[in-house]
C-alpha cells in the first residue's frame, strides 16, 4: 500500500468568478481535506477552458479568476501545502494537449457525454463547433497527466474526462514507452461524497438559476436568502407536518432548508426533521435557526477571504509562486514525453 504522501491529486475549475456553497461542497472542502491529510495538491485555475465555449468573451476573465482564486484561499486551501496556479502561465500545457490530440480520433471525442450536453445545453451546432471545443477534453488530459496525479477529484460530469485521460496515458505509454519507464500513471477519478447541493428553489444549485448562496455571503443576505427557501409547498400552516426528505408521488425534491441542516447543522438535523415531520416546527422559525448556524459556519471563510482581498500583493506572490512550481513539474514531465517520443529537437542544448 502506498503511504499517504505519495498520493497526489490535479484539479482544475474553470473560473467563473466568485463562487458559491455547491462549488465548496462539491469540490474545494474535499481539495482542503486531502491538503490538510497530507496529500500534495496541485490546484488549476482553467482559464484557457473559458475560451471553449465563450472565446469572444474575455472581458471578466482575469476579475473572475482573481474572485475564485480568493474563495478557494478563503476555503482553507494553504499555499504552503498547496500548488495554486493559473493554467495559460505554464504553456507546457498547450505542448502537451498538442502532442495528445494525435493519439485520440475525432469520432472518440464527439462520443464524449459531457460534449454533447454542451452541445444541446448551449444549443451549438455539431457540425460549426469549434475545433479547440472538440478538443477540449484532450486539454483536461493534458492539464492532469502534466502532474502525473494519482487521483483526480471531480464532480459526476468529469468522469468521462478522466476516463480520456487514463485512455490516453494507456495509449502514449504503450506507443513510446515500450522500451522504457512509462510515463504517465493511470489516475483515478475520485469522487466526492456530498456530491450535488441543492439551490434556494429546489433545484441544482447554480449561479446562472439565481438559486445560489454565495460562499463568502453577508450574514444579512445568508439570512434573507434563506427565508425565500423552498420547503414542503404542503405545509401551509406552522403545525402542518412537513416533509423534509423528498416525495416522489408529487415530486417533492426534499425541503432545502432541511438538507442544508444536514449539511452545516448536523448535530441538530434530526431532531429538526422529528419536530418539522409532527407539527411542532413551522418553516420560519426553522429558517431563522438555519440562518443562524450557516452564518456562524461561514464566518471563519468570510474573514480569511476578507484578509486576502486586503492583501493583493500576497495573492499575487502565491500564484506567481505555485506558477513557478507548477512549472518545475511541468518541465520535469516534458523532458520525459519528449525523450519518449524522440521529439527532443536536436537544436536543443543537452
Ligand atoms: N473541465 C473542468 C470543469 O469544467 C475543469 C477542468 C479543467 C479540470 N482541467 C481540469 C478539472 C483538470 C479537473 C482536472 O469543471
Given at each position: 500500500?502506498?503511504?499517504?504522501?505519495?498520493?497526489?491529486?490535479?484539479?482544475?475549475?474553470?473560473?467563473?468568478?466568485?463562487?458559491?456553497?455547491?462549488n465548496?461542497?462539491?469540490?474545494?472542502e474535499?481539495?482542503?481535506?486531502?491538503?490538510?491529510?497530507?496529500?500534495?495538491?496541485?490546484?488549476?485555475?482553467?482559464?484557457?477552458?473559458?475560451?471553449?465555449?465563450?472565446?469572444?468573451?474575455?472581458?471578466?476573465l482575469?476579475?473572475?479568476?482573481?474572485?475564485?482564486?480568493?474563495?478557494?484561499?478563503?476555503?482553507?486551501?494553504?499555499?504552503?501545502?498547496?500548488?495554486?496556479f493559473?493554467?495559460?502561465?505554464?504553456?507546457?500545457?498547450?505542448?502537451?494537449?498538442?502532442?495528445?490530440?494525435?493519439?485520440?480520433?475525432?469520432?472518440?471525442?464527439?462520443?464524449?457525454?459531457?460534449?454533447?450536453e454542451q452541445?444541446?445545453?448551449?444549443?451549438?451546432?455539431?457540425?460549426?463547433i469549434?475545433?479547440?471545443?472538440?478538443?477540449?477534453?484532450?486539454?483536461?488530459?493534458?492539464?492532469?497527466?502534466?502532474?502525473?496525479?494519482?487521483?483526480?477529484?471531480?464532480?459526476?460530469?468529469?468522469?468521462?474526462?478522466?476516463?480520456?485521460?487514463?485512455?490516453?496515458?494507456r495509449?502514449?505509454n504503450?506507443?513510446?514507452?515500450?522500451?522504457?519507464?512509462?510515463?504517465?500513471?493511470?489516475p483515478?477519478?475520485?469522487?466526492?461524497?456530498?456530491?450535488?447541493?441543492?439551490?434556494?428553489?429546489?433545484?441544482?444549485?447554480?449561479k446562472?438559476?439565481?438559486?445560489?448562496?454565495?460562499?463568502?455571503?453577508?450574514?444579512?443576505?445568508?439570512?434573507?436568502?434563506?427565508?425565500?427557501?423552498?420547503?414542503?409547498?404542503?405545509?401551509?400552516?406552522?403545525?402542518?407536518?412537513?416533509?423534509?426528505?423528498?416525495?416522489?408521488?408529487?415530486g417533492?425534491?426534499?425541503?432545502?432548508?432541511?438538507?442544508?441542516?444536514?449539511?452545516?447543522?448536523?448535530?441538530?438535523?434530526?431532531?429538526?426533521?422529528?419536530?418539522?415531520?409532527?407539527?411542532?416546527?413551522?418553516?420560519?422559525?426553522?429558517k431563522?435557526?438555519?440562518?443562524?448556524?450557516?452564518?456562524?459556519a461561514?464566518?471563519?471563510?468570510?474573514?480569511?477571504?476578507?484578509?486576502?482581498?486586503?492583501?493583493?500583493?500576497?495573492?499575487?506572490?502565491?500564484?506567481?509562486?505555485?506558477?513557478?512550481?507548477?512549472?518545475?513539474?511541468?518541465?520535469?514531465?516534458?523532458?520525459?514525453?519528449?525523450?519518449?517520443?524522440?521529439v527532443?529537437?536536436?537544436v536543443?542544448?543537452?
Open positions: 500500500m502506498t503511504s499517504v504522501s505519495t498520493q497526489r491529486i490535479l484539479s482544475g475549475m474553470r473560473p467563473t468568478g466568485r463562487l458559491h456553497l455547491g465548496y461542497v462539491g469540490a474545494l474535499n481539495w482542503v481535506r486531502l491538503q490538510d491529510a497530507g496529500w500534495t495538491n496541485f490546484h488549476m485555475v482553467a482559464d484557457w477552458h473559458m475560451l471553449t465555449t465563450g472565446y469572444e468573451h474575455t472581458a471578466d482575469q476579475q473572475n479568476i482573481w474572485d475564485m482564486v480568493l474563495d478557494w484561499l478563503a476555503a482553507g486551501l494553504d499555499p504552503a501545502k498547496s500548488v495554486i493559473v493554467q495559460s502561465a505554464v504553456k507546457e500545457h498547450a505542448e502537451l494537449h498538442l502532442l495528445l490530440s494525435m493519439l485520440v480520433s475525432k469520432a472518440r471525442l464527439e462520443r464524449i457525454p459531457t460534449l454533447k452541445i444541446k445545453d448551449l444549443c451549438l451546432d455539431e457540425q460549426t469549434s475545433y479547440g471545443h472538440l478538443g477540449y477534453s484532450v486539454l483536461q488530459a493534458a492539464d492532469i497527466l502534466l502532474y502525473r496525479p494519482t487521483h483526480v477529484p471531480v464532480g459526476e460530469d468529469q468522469v468521462p474526462h478522466v476516463e480520456l485521460t487514463r485512455e490516453l496515458a495509449r502514449f504503450h506507443v513510446y514507452c515500450q522500451e522504457r519507464a512509462a510515463v504517465f500513471p493511470e483515478e477519478a475520485q469522487l466526492t461524497a456530498f456530491a450535488r447541493m441543492l439551490g434556494l428553489d429546489g433545484r441544482r444549485m447554480s446562472s438559476l439565481k438559486n445560489a448562496i454565495m460562499l463568502a455571503e453577508e450574514p444579512a443576505a445568508i439570512e434573507k436568502l434563506v427565508m425565500s427557501a423552498y420547503t414542503d409547498p404542503k405545509k401551509l400552516r406552522k403545525d402542518d407536518p412537513g416533509r423534509p426528505q423528498a416525495d416522489e408521488s408529487d417533492h425534491p426534499g425541503c432545502v432548508v432541511w438538507e442544508y441542516h444536514r449539511k452545516f447543522n448536523s448535530g441538530e438535523a434530526d431532531a429538526i426533521a422529528v419536530e418539522c415531520r409532527a407539527g411542532r416546527l413551522g418553516c420560519v422559525a426553522d431563522r435557526r438555519l440562518a443562524a448556524v450557516m452564518t456562524e461561514l464566518a471563519p471563510i468570510r474573514e480569511r477571504r476578507e484578509r486576502w482581498a486586503n492583501d493583493p500583493d500576497a495573492v499575487r506572490d502565491v500564484l506567481r509562486d505555485g506558477t513557478a512550481k507548477a512549472r518545475e513539474v511541468a518541465r520535469e514531465t516534458m523532458d520525459l514525453v519528449r525523450s519518449a517520443m524522440g527532443k529537437s536536436v536543443e542544448p543537452s
